[in-house]
């Protein structure tokens, strides 16, 4: 498979199983199926754009670098940059939707996170499984 139809393969997959993890999750905690499904298109859509965003940006910065490679140091400040923007965006439009305060919101997300890194690092083992490494890694 192609490097491009691997990531479009990736992202629809990972989209997908996000989107139907997220809405779960919400109804699981009282909100409506109606606003859960909204909800978390939406936050599919924003975190999309945004990654194509911050990591075009980040990448220019790093481009601009003397200290070429990616250091322990610069991911998590990637990790942090990403993550921080996300939530900049996804609390308010958790608030609003689903009519909570900013702080629920802010929780919310937190726990969101928490579920993410463990769902991100799952998909990418099954993933690789069925579709094989990519040439970068193989």
Same mark, same amino acid.
């Given at each position: ?32 199926s109606e606003t859960s499904g909204l909800t978390a298109v939406l936050s599919s859509a924003i975190a ?37 923007? *996300?939530?900049? $965006? !996804? &609390?308010?439009? +958790?608030?609003?939707? %689903? ?6 919101? @802010? ?5 969101? *996170?928490?579920? $993410? !890194? &463990?769902?991100? +690092?799952?998909?990418? %083992? ?6 094989? @490494? ?5």
């Open positions: 498979m192609s490097p491009r139809v691997r990531r479009i393969v990736y992202v629809i997959l990972y989209e997908i199983i996000a989107i139907a993890m997220t809405s779960a999750a919400m109804i699981a905690l009282g909100h409506e999309l754009a945004w990654n194509w965003v911050f990591t075009s940006a980040f990448e220019r910065w790093e481009s601009r670098q003397t200290v070429r490679g990616r250091s322990l140091l610069r991911r998590v400040v990637h990790a942090i940059g990403f993550e921080g923007g *996300l939530t900049f $965006f !996804l &609390v308010p439009l +958790f608030a609003w939707l %689903l009519q909570v305060s900013l702080w629920e919101a @802010l929780m919310m997300d937190i726990s969101l *996170l928490m579920l $993410f !890194l &463990v769902y991100t +690092f799952v998909f990418n %083992l099954a993933f690789d499984k069925m579709f094989g @490494l990519p040439a970068s890694a193989a």
